[in-house]
T-cell receptor, first 114, second 114 residues
Framework: KAGVTQTPRYLIKTRGQQVTLSCSPISGHRSVSWYQQTPGQGLQFLFEYFSETQRNKGNFPGRFSGRQFSNSRSEMNVSTLELGDSALYLC?????????????FGDGTRLSIL | DQQVKQNSPSLSVQEGRISILNCDYTNSMFDYFLWYKKYPAEGPTFLISISSIKDKNEDGRFTVFLNKSAKHLSLHIVPSQPGDSAVYFCAARERNSGNTPLVFGKGTRLSVIA
């Protein structure tokens, strides 16, 4: 059974550019969540999508946005990139996103801003 | 304000001995707790979880203990193996009828020495 797939694995951008990251959840999973991991802050929740609707949003600026498609695949977009956006971006999926269901993570996209 | 705290950034244990990783939380609404293991260049892997209606959950070499009155949980690994060397994250979630995001600790790096 295929796990959560994130593309690309690595990305280098410059300040002011924008970037789109992609996540394909485990087959049958309808909830997709995005997290940012930095050395100082650990894993910080960005947002969660379920059935193409954003259900939860973390405390990040509006430059961070996302969407989910009818096949549950999700994309995350960051506009006007800043140096501080350099991080590992992780996507996680779960069956229905219920409170007692574990989330399963992809290997992440490492974004570096120059 | 950190709601989930892992106060030990690192831990070294000899192979064959017990590893005990600790986690404290402040939010009394948390009722589902998880442990993830993370290797470099990979996403977090779900290990074990526990609901607040239990005080112990066991899966092979891994046991999670929950002390609700102390708002404390721990992960025991017995016996520890070199392949267990990784960063371990504690995570928690609030109870509700829908979905709330996982809140992560900053992780503890476990080194199992052969």
């Amino acid at each position: 059974k295929a796990g959560v797939t994130q593309t690309p694995r690595y990305l280098i951008k410059t300040r002011g550019q924008q970037v789109t990251l992609s996540c394909s959840p485990i087959s049958g999973h309808r909830s997709v969540s995005w997290y940012q991991q930095t050395p100082g802050q650990g894993l910080q929740f960005l947002f969660e999508y379920f059935s193409e609707t954003q259900r939860n949003k973390g405390n990040f600026p509006g430059r961070f946005s996302g969407r989910q498609f009818s096949n549950s695949r999700s994309e995350m977009n960051v506009s006007t990139l800043e140096l501080g956006d350099s991080a590992l971006y992780l996507c996680a999926s779960s069956l229905r996103g219920l409170s007692n269901q574990p989330q399963h993570f992809g290997d992440g996209t490492r974004l570096s801003i120059l | 304000d950190q709601q989930v705290k892992q106060n030990s950034p690192s831990l070294s244990v000899q192979e064959g001995r017990i590893s005990i990783l600790n986690c404290d939380y402040t939010n009394s609404m948390f009722d589902y707790f998880l442990w993830y293991k993370k290797y470099p260049a990979e996403g977090p892997t779900f290990l074990i979880s526990i609901s607040s209606i239990k005080d112990k959950n066991e899966d092979g070499r891994f046991t999670v203990f929950l002390n609700k009155s102390a708002k404390h949980l721990s992960l025991h690994i017995v016996p520890s193996q070199p392949g267990d060397s990784a960063v371990y994250f504690c995570a928690a979630r609030e109870r509700n009828s829908g979905n709330t995001p996982l809140v992560f600790g900053k992780g503890t790096r476990l080194s199992v020495i052969a």
